[in-house]
């Protein structure tokens, strides 16, 4: 899964050496990009599942955005809610024909026995990889600076496994399963990530100490894989202790490795760190299919004011539809969004309520559309 440029990746200045002299000189002004294959520059369908709450809108926003741009993506919409007791068929088939899917908030109900559609989809799907960027926006001041962390979670066990029964009247049972399959293939997805992104570190998140066999079991398995990566350092942190890390230092971070229940939590403090759930963008991956969502789940789905007032902030699923579009092999056209988003955010004269503005989603979307180049 692609995530924000580091760098002008695409193009590059070409320079040659001088004869006789050691120094380097531009070659020329010829720019250099990446060979296509023939017929990537097709159209590619994604399902889109706008949501609840404010997922239709967001989602919309996204719909503009892409539109405005002449992207090469087009839309297959399926009205879901949280509140249903499955993922449709159809939605699970167009998945997995599309093999990508851009999603809104689909809210769970707390208790009463009904399951997260949510979870179902990434169980379905082996969605074993979630991802989330936590990142400084230039311009958007916060507490911390240099903050660039990235949270990839194990997506389908652990306390999410679902697996509770009532042993007697008020007793309950939650079993936590943690397999060395899994967190083999959530290890090898970290140090891949780190690997092909240049990052530097790559740091796993346990509670060993109390649940020796269930997060010792984790840890082996990310020990086992950190060999295989000798030019990344390797290190290991307390849950409770991570916390208290990330909100005091949390530029010391690069990626993180969690299992699932940690890896929620964990994301969503580094992006209230980093400048907000509004702004982090995220998605989940697995060997076939890849959804792509709001990165932190704090108020994916909002509240009935920020609907009624048409305020929610598109930042997030904005920056998640470029790491989409870098999937799908459309570098520039991702390139082209990020750069309209973070000057937008830059300039600071549109911004929603939670990043401290007044603007509406729509003159966000607006000034997006206005900052294409």
Known sequence: ???????????????????????????SQRWVTYMHRPGDGSPRAVTLIPGDGIGPLVTGAVEQVMEAMHAPVYFEKFDVHGTMKAVPAEVLDSIRKNKVCLKGGLVTPMGGGVSSLNVQLRKE?????????????????????NVDIVVIRENTEGEYSGLEHEVV??????????????????AK?????????????????????????ADGLFLESCREV???????????????????????????????????LYGNLVANTAAGIAGGTGVMPGGNVGAEHAVFEQGASAGNVGS????????????ALLLSSAMMLRHLQFPAFADRLETAVEGVILEGKYRTKDLGGTSTTQEVVDAVVAALD
């Open 226 to 260: 950190a060999k295989k990566y000798p030019g990344i350092k390797y290190n290991e942190i307390i849950v409770d202790n991570c916390c208290m890390q990330l909100v005091s230092k949390p530029e010391q971070f690069d990626v993180m490795v969690t299992p699932n």
């Open 189 to 213: 997805y970290a140090f891949e990530y780190a690997y092909l992104n240049n990052r530097k570190k790559v740091t796993a998140v346990h509670k060993a100490n109390i649940m020796k066999l």
């Open 169 to 186: 009247p008020g007793v309950v049972e939650s079993l936590k399963v943690i397999t060395k399959f899994c967190s083999e293939r959530i």
């Open 125 to 145: 799907l082996d969605l074993y990889a979630s991802l989330v960027n936590c990142f400084n926006l230039p311009g958007l001041p916060t507490r911390h600076d």
């Open 304 to 315: 009935d004011k920020i609907l009624e007032e048409k305020i929610a902030n598109p930042v």
């Open 1 to 27: 899964m692609a995530t924000r440029r580091s760098a002008p990746l695409l193009k590059h200045l070409l320079t040659r050496s001088k004869p006789g002299f050691g120094s380097t000189v531009p070659a």
